[in-house]
């Protein structure tokens, strides 16, 4: 059974820095490119980041560019997103994913193969 499991969101003022987590299982997490999207209040939802089979290649949101670090441990089926100096407009649920056919990642959500059920990040001003 396929499952993505998403830690770390909370409350945290302007400024300040959170780190998501993802655990992954029921699948070869390593074959896998991940990827990190986001969905606001009344808003679609939108790409974050996306990190390679291997970690060598990595895809960001331009808004988060300098902010936001995306990696990954495969020894521990683990995806990461740090995400440091954060805005409110950073503020929604952020979901994991994971893609098995394009090696480094993509920036449009129905590529994806499996998602998490989205942790709350919320950063207030």
């Known amino acids: 059974q396929v499952q993505l499991v998403e830690s770390g969101g909370g409350l945290v003022q302007a400024g300040g820095s959170l780190r998501l987590s993802c655990a992954a299982s029921?699948?070869?997490?390593?074959?896998?490119?991940m990827g990190w999207f986001r969905q606001a209040p009344g808003k679609e939802r939108e790409f974050v980041a996306a990190i390679s089979w291997g970690g060598g290649g990595t895809l960001y949101k331009d808004s988060v560019k300098g902010r936001f670090t995306i990696s990954r441990d495969n020894a521990k089926n683990t995806v990461y997103l740090q995400m440091n100096r954060l805005k409110p407009e950073d503020t929604a649920v952020y979901y994991c994913?994971?893609?098995?056919?394009?090696?480094?990642?993509?920036?449009?959500?129905?590529?994806?193969?499996?998602w998490g059920q989205g942790t709350q990040v919320t950063a207030s001003s």
């Open positions: 994913a994971a893609q098995k056919t394009r090696a480094y990642g993509s920036i449009r959500s129905y590529e994806y193969d499996y």
């Open positions: 029921g699948f070869t997490f390593s074959r896998y490119a």
